[in-house]
């Protein structure tokens, strides 16, 4: 069987979203300290609803192909929704990472989340820091 899956070949020889939004509403950057990748989303909210969202990953093919699902999934979205949106959720859309780099998924469910943050406190809106909690990856416990 081969180690990646078409969806996850397929998101990362075509990816989706790539790129910068000037004047984004929110931005969120996150790094894995173990691999020293970087991922950085982009959102621009219109109505609590993300219009658009980009993406620039400089990081391994995995991370690559999970930025690009990622935004994907969100697109069009509410805040909210993608809020909700999980590193399981996106593994499971790509039908599956290998275990060892299901870690890597778990970079863009951080960015999203960074990239919301960032969108509420530039514009004063009150949330659970607990939806926010950052440190420990309680995924893949890597
Ligand atoms: Fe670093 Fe995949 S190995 S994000």
Known sequence: ??????????????????????NADGVGEVGNAKCGDIMK?????????????????????SAIASSSMATEMIKGKPVSEALQLSNKAVAEAL???????????????????????????RHGIAYDPSEFAE???????E
């Open 1 to 22: 069987m081969a180690l990646y899956s078409e969806k996850v070949m397929d998101h990362f020889t075509h990816h989706r979203n790539v790129g910068v939004i000037e």
């Open 135 to 141: 440190g420990s990856c309680a995924h893949c416990h």
């Open 41 to 61: 989303i982009y959102l621009k909210i219109d109505n609590d609803v993300i219009t658009d969202v980009k993406f620039e990953t400089f990081g391994c093919g």
């Open 95 to 121: 039908d599956g990472l290998p275990a060892h780099k299901l870690h890597c998924s778990v970079l863009a469910e951080e960015a999203i989340k960074a990239a919301v943050k960032d969108y509420y406190d």
